[in-house]
């Protein structure tokens, strides 16, 4: 009967040593490399890209300022300097897209965005929103590139 009772009170701590506790996988290299602080997180920059206030009505000229966009895109993304760009939905807002830029402050993001030839051209315009995320946001990246059939 004892040997049942020290079985049943010591059963349920033997499986608790085995639990992983926060840090266990912790890879020092790997989060000094994305720049992670303690809590793996760091500082990134949105962007809430809407309707600008420009009335370009010229379709050829608007769809060459559009691909210049989309060129813009890969250009910053292959630099590492913009890890997420996507179009939102139509919305009664007018939001059109957003981008999150690795960049720490707000004049280098809009140094950035200067390169861009619908919000240079002022179809797009751009609102800038300092965002705290997981460091490891860049990390989708590649798996990203192994799903991708098409480049816009």
Same mark, same amino acid.
């Given at each position: ?5 020290? #079985?049943? @009170?010591?059963? /349920? &701590? $033997?499986? +608790?040593? !085995? ?62 300097? #913009?890890? @997420?760009?996507? /179009? &939102? $939905?139509? +919305?009664? !807002? ?59």
């Amino acid at each position: 009967m004892l040997r049942l009772l020290l #079985l049943l @009170v010591l059963v /349920p &701590f $033997a499986g +608790n040593a !085995q639990t992983k506790l926060p840090g266990d996988n912790y890879n020092q290299s790997l989060a000094d490399s994305l720049g992670a602080d303690q809590y793996g997180m760091r500082l990134y920059q949105f962007v809430i890209l809407k309707t600008g206030d420009s009335a370009i009505t010229d379709k050829d000229k608007v769809a060459a300022i559009f691909k210049g966009h989309m060129e813009n895109i890969s250009k910053l993304v292959a630099a590492n300097k #913009l890890i @997420v760009a996507g /179009p &939102f $939905a139509k +919305n009664p !807002q007018q939001y059109r897209g957003l981008f999150i830029f690795t960049t720490k402050t707000k004049e280098a993001t809009e140094a950035l965005l200067a390169s861009d030839p619908a919000v240079k051209s002022g179809l797009l315009k751009a609102e800038i929103y300092g965002w705290y995320g997981s460091a490891a946001l860049p990390m989708y990246l590649p798996v990203h590139k192994q799903i991708e059939k098409t480049n816009h």
